[in-house]
């Protein structure tokens, strides 16, 4: 039998980033998403709008010095003209909001969304969400998580069942939030005033 030999599935040339210092490992039991699983996340409740809230958006945005900001494989500009401070945002962050604002979906009742009048608010919530599943496409083939679904015999339901209840092994979120908490941004962006020497961008 072969052995598994973690020292020939190293990272090859990966991409730096700032928050490199709060890399840690561990194995996690997933929660299935299934009634009885208990997870804060589930459903349309001020409760649990607070639970996404807590995952990323009072960290969303960070603050790095110039040191950190050269090395990014993608220019990022600074705040402002009075500070040598640059702004950038750690993609699991993006990708949460984009998976609340799919989770919203699920409860028109409680978030409606115009998707269909054909006015400009409705073709932009349809933009805006086409970005979101496109980058979660992507974001989840580039990690492609290898971990194991298994079937198993329900007595219950007479039949065979995937059992999504699996061991992964995951970046630490709570070292990478703690991180972000650390780095959270000062001061924002004006979104429509021009930094000197911010990077220019090419892809529009």
Excluded at 57 to 62: R, V
Aim: proline share 4%.
């Amino acid at each position: 039998m072969q052995r598994h030999d973690a020292r020939k599935h190293y990272i090859p040339n990966e991409i730096y980033t700032p928050a490199q210092s709060a890399i840690e490992y561990q194995n996690i039991l997933f929660a299935g998403g299934l009634k009885g699983d208990g997870s804060k996340y589930l459903g349309s409740t001020p409760e649990v709008d607070e639970a996404w809230d807590d995952l990323y958006n009072k960290t969303l945005i960070s603050q790095i010095l110039p040191d950190a900001a050269a090395q990014l494989p993608n220019a990022t500009t600074r705040f402002s003209n009075d500070t040598d401070y640059h702004i950038v945002e750690l993609d699991v962050f993006h990708q949460l909001h984009c998976l609340n604002m799919l989770r919203k979906l699920v409860y028109p009742d409680a978030y409606p969304t115009d998707l269909l009048s054909g006015s400009e608010e409705a073709e932009g919530n349809v933009f805006h969400l086409e970005h979101c599943y496109e980058q979660l496409r992507q974001s989840l083939q580039c990690a492609s998580d290898l971990a194991t679904i298994t079937w198993q015999w329900s007595r219950k339901r007479k039949g065979f069942v995937g059992n999504v209840h699996t061991m992964h092994t995951c970046r630490n979120f709570d070292k990478i939030h703690e991180w972000s908490v650390k780095n959270v941004a000062a001061q924002e962006l004006n979104f429509f005033e021009y930094v000197e020497g911010a990077p220019i961008f090419e892809n529009e």
